[in-house]
């Protein structure tokens, strides 16, 4: 009824908006309402008040528009806006004189808005061709918000009276059975914790509400929302015991909650957003370090490892144990890169040690600091590339807020018992550990053993390797403290591991290496090797235990095969798994089996709680909002893989950026022209399919020639994928296009994936289903759908150096591909 009324007058509600703001809008709409019925116009003129009240909602147009997305923000908060869309806020915000429902509607139906573009376009066939096309989807990741709209959104005018002071005017801008937010001058002092009695006034005038006192409520809160308004939040104390008006408002509210109802779009993108990033963030081979500030230094005070990353941290970490990032990430090096003019700052950082005196000594430059210091430039890359510690990574940091340690459900507190709890932002404790976090780090290590065999062919001098200390890290007597939290997300495993440390002897070809355990579960364990080994993944190697054998006569703890599972990249730590010879027994399942039977209350279990509960939450959603790489999800399709969807963090990736250049980066996109089907069939499945959710992830290279000045993206790019890190197999085709195209090299790392996390998404899949079960058995479904994922990082400047080409031509390719990103970014 509500909406056909409205829908009937379309026109005049257009042309009522733009009085909105207008100090003589009631005169307006009263002549403009004249004919109308009083329901019509109560109609009209609830529209109106809800069009005019202030929201909190943030504007999110990434994907949504064919201009280019960047951050502006407004009274603190932060949007995703290109140009035409902060124009109209701006106009808005000044016709309406604040930030209202009116302004945000404004900004979601710019002309270039891709939806609205369909909207005029849907008769179109060729369009539609194009959409049928689209079957990949795009993930836009920590783009949801939690909704409270089962508080009704209206602005109905009140009076409170509270102390000595009676008949204040104000107004509402949401209203539930049990609270309410009022919009109240800043002249009147109010705490929290007082009582006050509010009518509603706008409603009483065409109700009979029965009223005489008022309602009873208590201040929740008192928010600053200018110099003239404050927002008090009320939450009512029922002292009228009064069963007539809640019946009423009750039933007001879910009456028009028809046309204001909870937007189960927005759960439903959460559980999807939330389900594929719970797949990403766990595989992700990058470390994630944060830098705080102190003192006017930054410096590294926390790191969010994963079992895929845990080995850069160990490798930056010296004999005393201790971790060495506030060496290679000092204030010096950090603020240098905080100069570029790019959002993501990006560098090399190519690392070595050398050991003196059983003390561990860090040398690390970034590919800048040896451009600009060329008379040690080979020399730093000749001698570190001859050491066995020698590594390269990419670098890339980003701003990073503590106030995006908070993702609340995209649910309202109604929508459960259990839901306002797990709607709280993170505690003191948490708070205070983040609270001088400014950026936040993505190392990624990229170097291979190709590389590191064409660093060794430079020749430097000898005499010269003293001024190396140039480069040199001094140990810190005391550094400051770096706060290593594990990321917190479903145990997949079997078994329980458990931590224990006892010496083992590792034999392979009659090679025996010397190591001790770090954990064991019954049927594997990992180990730490006193110096590299030589075998790979796949090895049956024999185990003893000296020391465990000598509590034991039962069992021969001696010649144990068990099969290598995960190799680190300082080939020093080993995960092993019981190789069993079809149903017979395994001495050392057997022996561990009973071990931990029998000391379950001395064992400590290794995934033991948190040191401090929600840290590794509130720095996992720090991550998910400042996410600069390109993930993208394979899903299963009979004996071979699809690209099923990707995602888009804040900071696009080049790879978003060609997408972006031809209108692929809406809901749904194409990657085909990118990673080519057969690639996927040819190259990636035959390699990963045996593969595990425990395997690390396997690295695969993709060079891509990109012509910007083609009109549609098949002739614009042109592809090729190779299994490993060696990319002198493209130098034939970047060489062809090196002059006149722009070249990417993207280094991607794909897993296998488990089971989903339901448990992550429970109170969302439960929500959706009192709504639409069907609905909810499609998102399960869905994400029961993915079975790898994987990471798309640019490596283009380092691959290019390696390859035969004219220095001169590269840094001309250079300069068009900047300029071209930065036009389109």
């Known amino acids: 009824m509500a909406e056909d009324i409205l829908l009937k007058y379309e026109d005049l509600v257009n042309e009522l908006k733009t009085y909105l703001g207008n100090a003589k809008f009631d005169l307006i709409f009263k002549s403009k309402t004249a004919s109308l019925t009083k329901p019509e116009q109560f109609l009209m003129k609830m529209e109106m008040s809800r069009l005019s009240q202030p929201v909190a909602r943030f504007v999110d147009l990434r994907g949504l528009v064919t201009g280019q997305v960047k951050p502006y923000e407004h009274n603190g908060k932060q949007h995703f806006m290109d140009d035409t869309a902060i ?25 270039n808005n891709h939806r609205v573009l369909q909207k005029q376009a849907a008769e179109q066939s060729e369009l539609q061709e194009f959409e049928n096309k689209l079957s990949t989807e795009v993930i836009k990741f920590a783009s949801y918000e939690s909704r409270r709209e089962e508080r009704m959104n209206y602005s109905i005018k009140v009076t409170i009276e509270y102390k000595d002071k009676k008949n204040i005017a104000a107004s509402t801008s949401d209203i539930s059975l049990s609270g309410c937010k009022i919009k109240l001058g800043t002249r009147y002092s109010i705490k929290k914790g007082e009582l006050l009695a509010m009518r509603l006034v706008g409603l009483e005038q065409d109700f009979e509400l029965g009223l005489k006192n008022g309602i009873q409520y208590e201040v929740v809160a008192v928010e600053n ?403 600069c790489q390109f993930p993208f999800y394979l899903h299963k399709e009979a004996a071979h893989f699809k690209t099923g969807a990707i995602g888009f963090g804040l900071y696009a990736s080049p790879m978003h ?43 695969f290279t993709l060079a891509i020639n990109f012509d910007p000045r083609k009109g549609s993206i098949e002739d614009a790019v042109v592809s090729q994928c190779v299994l490993g890190e060696d990319y002198t197999s493209f130098n034939k085709q970047i060489s062809k296009g090196i002059k006149s195209e722009l070249i990417f090299v993207m280094r991607l790392y794909i897993s296998r994936t488990g089971r989903p996390d339901t448990d992550y998404l429970s109170n969302e899949l439960k929500y959706v289903s009192q709504y639409a079960m069907h609905k909810a058995k499609d998102l399960e479904e869905a994400l029961w759908a993915v079975a790898g994922v994987g990471d798309m990082v640019d490596i283009t400047e380092e691959a290019l150096s390696h390859l035969e080409l004219k220095q001169e031509q590269v840094e001309q390719m250079g300069r068009r591909k900047l300029i071209w990103l930065n036009r389109l970014r």
């Not at 808005?92 to 139906?109: F, I, R, S």
């Not at 060609?658 to 990636?684: C, P």
Request: aromatic fraction near 10%; charge should be positive; proline fraction near 5%.
């Open 225 to 627: 929302i200018s110099r003239e308004y404050n927002h008090i939040r009320l939450k009512r104390t029922y002292i009228e015991k009064n069963e007539a008006f809640d019946d009423f408002l009750d039933s007001f509210i879910n009456g028009n909650k028809r046309r204001y109802k909870v937007n189960l779009d927005n759960t439903l993108d959460a559980v999807v957003s939330k389900g594929y990033e719970q797949y990403y963030i766990p595989r992700v081979t990058s470390l994630y370090v944060f830098l705080s500030k102190k003192d006017e230094t930054l410096y590294p005070s926390l790191s969010l490892t994963t079992e895929n990353n845990i080995f850069i941290q160990r490798y930056f970490t010296d004999e005393r144990k201790v971790p060495c990032l506030y060496n290679v990430l000092n204030h010096q090096r950090v603020t240098q890169l905080l100069t570029q003019i790019t959002a993501v700052k990006e560098d090399y950082l190519y690392t070595f040690t050398h050991v003196s005196s059983g003390k561990i000594y860090y040398y690390s430059a970034t590919r800048t600091e040896l451009n600009n210091n060329p008379k040690l430039k080979d020399l730093f890359l000749g001698f570190g590339s001859q050491k066995e510690s020698w590594q390269s990574f990419k670098i890339q940091i980003m701003p990073s807020h503590p106030d995006d340690s908070f993702i609340p459900l995209s649910l309202p507190n109604s929508a459960g018992s259990n839901i306002e709890k797990l709607n709280k932002p993170p505690s003191p404790r948490v708070k205070g550990l983040i609270k001088d976090v400014k950026y936040v780090v993505v190392l990624t290590s990229m170097g291979n053993k190709a590389e590191q065999e064409d660093y060794k062919q430079l020749s430097y001098d000898k005499a010269l390797v003293n001024q190396l200390k140039h480069f040199g890290h001094a140990k810190h007597k005391s550094p400051p403290y770096l706060d290593i939290v594990p990321l917190e997300y479903v145990n997949l495993r079997s078994h329980k591991r458990y931590l224990y440390k006892t010496p083992v002897s590792i034999t392979v070809n009659e090679t025996v290496y010397d190591g001790y355990t770090r954990d064991f579960s019954v049927m594997g364990l990992q180990l730490e090797c006193e110096q590299p080994v030589t075998f790979k993944k796949g090895d049956v190697v024999l185990l003893a235990f000296p020391e465990l054998q000598k509590i034991t006569k039962k069992h021969k703890l001696s010649e144990l095969k068990y099969e290598v599972m995960a190799i680190s990249k300082s080939f020093t730590t080993i995960n092993l798994k019981a190789n069993r010879v079809a149903d017979l027994p395994h001495a050392g399942v057997t022996f561990f089996t009973q071990l931990i039977e029998g000391n379950k209350d001395k064992l400590k279990v290794s995934e033991e709680a948190p040191k401090v509960e929600g840290l590794s939450t509130a720095l996992r959603n720090m991550v998910t909002k400042s996410v």
């Open 657 to 699: 950026v060609i997408l972006q250049n031809f209108g692929l980066l809406s809901n749904k996109t194409d990657l085909s022209s990118i990673l080519t089907q057969e690639q996927i069939v040819d190259v990636i499945t035959p390699n990963i399919k045996d593969r595990s959710r425990q395997d690390p992830p396997l690295a």
């Open 87 to 111: 124009e109209v806020f701006e106009k808005a915000l000044e016709q309406h004189g604040g930030y209202t429902l009116a302004v945000y509607e404004a900004v979601m139906n710019t002309e």
